[in-house]
């Protein structure tokens, strides 16, 4: 089976510019998060969705939005992009509401220049 | 808020040294465990996990033992290779009611030298 999958595998926008990540979950997985990676550090939570239905979001500006669809794809939206929005950005997928367990894909490199 | 501790790196051991990568962490009520992997250019692999208190996680010769009184999970491996040269992330998922992210330590650099 596949696993996580995102798309692009790499982005070069520059200031002010408006970005959509792409995600599909494992087959059967209906909970999608995203996450933020900043070189140097751990990934950092910035939201959750489980059957299309936000589920948490992490410390981060509204530039951010997310959503899920009913295939349990999701994308990530970042408005009016910074310089220090540069990272790679994770998706990972879970199977159920309450399973903790989750799974990454390869990640979406950005630059922001 | 829950927060994770790691050991800092880097860590740079010859191949069949043993390895033992330090983790600590603060969280409400009992939290879910993990060991994630990232090898250069990656996104992060799930290595182990461990759901309640003394129970042990296991993949590939790594190890990691829940320890709730010393709130610590610590990753060891009795012979590293070098393919397993990678940076390794401690985890904690929140517990019930909460645990829909995971909160993660800073990383750890393993490099091993043939």
């Known amino acids: 089976d596949a696993g996580v999958t995102q798309s692009p595998t790499h982005l070069i926008k520059t200031r002010g510019q408006h970005v959509t990540l792409r995600c599909s979950p494992i087959s059967g997985h209906k909970s999608v998060s995203w996450y933020q990676q900043v070189l140097g550090q751990g990934p950092q939570f910035i939201f959750q969705?489980?059957?299309?239905?936000?589920?948490g979001r992490g410390n981060f500006p509204d530039r951010f939005s997310a959503r899920q669809f009913p295939n349990y794809s999701s994308e990530l939206n970042v408005n009016a992009l910074l310089l220090g929005d540069s990272a790679l950005y994770l998706c990972?997928?879970?199977?159920?509401?309450?399973?903790?367990?989750?799974?990454f894909g390869p990640g979406t490199r950005l630059l922001v220049l | 808020g829950n927060s994770v501790t790691q050991m800092e790196g880097p860590v740079t051991l010859s191949e069949e040294a043993f390895l033992t990568i330090n983790c600590t962490y603060t969280?409400?009520?009992?939290?879910?465990l993990f060991w994630y992997v990232q090898y250069p250019g990656e996104g992060l692999q799930l290595l182990l996990k461990a759901t309640k208190a003394d129970d042990k996680g296991s993949n590939k010769g790594f190890e990691a033992t829940y320890r709730k009184e010393t709130t610590s999970f610590h990753l060891e491996k009795g012979s590293v290779q070098v393919s397993d040269s990678a940076v390794y992330f401690c985890a904690l998922s929140g517990s019930r009611g909460s645990n829909y992210k995971l909160t993660f330590g800073k990383g750890t650099l393993l490099t091993v030298n043939p």
């Open positions: 969280a409400t009520g009992y939290p879910s």
């Open positions: 969705y489980y059957e299309k239905e936000e589920r």
């Open positions: 990972a997928s879970s199977s159920a509401r309450g399973e903790e367990t989750q799974y």
